[in-house]
């Protein structure tokens, strides 16, 4: 089979709503999303909609960009191997614990409600998943980003648009614009040693008009799409049919 595509990025993210962490390579698991990607929440204060098996929940018991910009200041980087979360801004430590903990979260907990006083509903809380993590999408757990489509929307846009704004694990390169739409629902691709089946386009929000580099609302990017294109859309939720280790560099097949 020939390759349409090639992993450019691996991303996660360990706090949903936090930043980006690149990974090199990730070993897939049929049925999950990326190990450790969105891991952890935070609940506001008014969260009613968690379960008491910190299963699954919906993204509105949780501070995301979309109602709470000022997170995307802090660049958040999770150590798996020991549990350790790290937080600093403007490149400096303000705070570091062991997040798999109660201690730890507290520690967390204390830095973020004075980071974000008077910006949130009650005291931030973190909550870890248990089974199923904390994605947007409870059927598609992993996300697809086309960084062509990214670059086409630049030009409707005027400029620079970061695709860490769309919050996607897997960023292609070398398909033309938007040709990840014609893949339509069920489409199975094979990426690295993995096989991954299309869910669904992913329709945008406010959360990917927030800059990533300056916690701003900078661009309204679901008008730009709206405006340019006709839809809110940019990238796919996929789900794992069969496991395996996907690498940067690795070549992405169409099976059908």
């Known amino acids: ?67 709470c910009a000022r997170l995307a200041a802090i660049v958040a980087d999770y150590e798996a191997e020991t549990g350790h979360l790290a937080l600093k801004r403007d490149g400096r430590q303000v705070a570091r614990a062991n997040i798999q903990t109660p201690l730890g979260r507290t520690i967390i907990e204390d830095f973020l409600r004075a980071f974000l006083a008077g910006e949130v509903r009650g005291a931030p809380r973190i909550v870890e998943a248990s089974g199923d993590f904390f994605t947007d999408s409870r059927n598609g757990k992993i996300s697809l980003i086309n960084l062509a489509s990214v670059k086409d929307l630049e030009r409707v846009v005027g400029g620079p648009v970061d695709p860490v704004r769309f919050r996607g694990n897997i960023l292609l390169d070398g398909l033309p614009a938007w040709e990840e739409f014609s893949w339509l629902p069920d489409t199975r691709l094979k990426i690295g040693g993995a096989i991954l089946k299309i869910y669904k386009r992913i329709e945008r929000c406010a959360a990917t008009s927030v800059n990533p580099a300056t916690a701003e609302r900078d661009t309204n990017i679901p008008l730009a799409l709206r405006r340019g294109f006709g839809h809110i859309d940019m990238g796919l939720y996929a789900t794992v049919e069969q496991s395996g280790v996907i690498a940067t560099g690795d070549g992405l097949e169409l099976l059908g």
């Open 1 to 67: 089979m020939t390759h349409v595509a090639t992993i450019a990025r691996l991303c996660r993210y360990p706090v949903k709503g936090m930043s980006a962490q690149d990974i090199d390579s990730a070993t897939l698991e049929s049925g999950a999303g990326l190990p450790d990607d969105r891991r952890f929440g935070i609940a506001h204060g008014s969260a009613i909609d968690l379960p008491a098996d910190n299963g699954w929940a919906p993204k509105s018991n949780f501070l995301q960009l979309v109602n």
